[in-house]
């Protein structure tokens, strides 16, 4: 039961270099998330998609592309990599929306580090 | 707007010992409460959920009560192990909207 997969685990970029983090789930969720998690400062949501074919901003988008593929895919495409952008970063996914129950499910995480 | 705030870590504590991690929250209206666990190397995922005031959340050992009048959703467990060792994060989620808003986390470290 593989869940919320991400990929890759692990990048490294330079500086102006672009790159795309690719999520799939296998849970038929229709909503699907990006947060990014820095020490001191919690999960911070970058993109959502509350369905196939919608995606909206989060509290940091700035600097992010999302493309909600199918119902299974959602990914995160930074098109010029900036220090500040060094993180990890989750995909999650719920049934309906997190007012329904609450419950994220999420991928491992993909660990960025741009030089 | 909407916001948790969690005690400040790390927080270390010997097998056995009682936990408490705390969490207060900014919010209008009547968010639900969550404490999400992360195991090292692992993604978050739910530990206890309570979605209105008095309510209880308990799951291994842990409990929180949604407690309205001082706006706090503490973590507690009474007697804590090795395997415990993880961060903790509260968060909470405002009805019709798409979000969970997550505290910073808290990481506990239980030594034998």
């Known amino acids: 039961n593989a869940g919320v997969t991400q990929t890759p685990k692990f990048q490294v970029l330079k500086t102006g270099q672009s790159m795309t983090l690719q999520c799939a789930q296998d849970?038929?969720?229709?909503?699907m998330y990006w947060y990014r998690q820095d020490p001191g400062m919690g999960l911070r949501l970058i993109y959502y998609?509350?369905?196939?074919?919608?995606?909206d901003k989060g509290e940091v988008p700035n600097g992010y592309n999302v493309s909600r593929l199918n119902k299974r895919e959602f990914s995160l495409r930074l098109e010029s990599a900036a220090p500040s952008q060094t993180s990890v970063y989750f995909c999650?996914?719920?049934?309906?929306?997190?007012?329904?129950?609450?419950?994220?499910?999420f991928g491992e995480g993909s660990r960025l580090t741009v030089l | 707007g909407n916001s948790v705030t969690q005690m400040e870590g790390p927080v270390t504590l010997s097998e056995e010992a009682f936990l408490t991690i705390n969490c207060t929250y900014t919010?209008?209206?009547?968010?639900?409460l969550f404490w999400y666990v992360q195991y090292p190397g692992e993604g978050l995922q739910l530990l206890l959920k309570?979605?209105?005031?008095?309510d209880k959340g308990s799951n291994k050992g842990f409990e929180a009560t949604y407690r309205k009048e001082t706006t706090s959703f503490h973590l507690e467990k009474g007697s804590v192990q090795v395997s415990d060792s993880a961060v903790y994060f509260c968060?909470?989620?405002?009805?019709?909207?798409?979000?969970?808003?997550f505290g910073t986390g808290t990481r506990l470290t239980v030594i034998p």
């Open positions: 999650a996914s719920t049934r309906e929306g997190t007012s329904d129950t609450g419950e994220l499910f």
């Open positions: 849970m038929n969720h229709n909503s």
């Open positions: 998609s509350a369905s196939e074919g919608t995606t």
């Open positions: 919010a209008t209206g009547y968010p639900s």
């Open positions: 309570a979605t209105k005031a008095d």
């Open positions: 968060a909470l989620s405002k009805t019709g909207a798409n979000n969970l808003f």
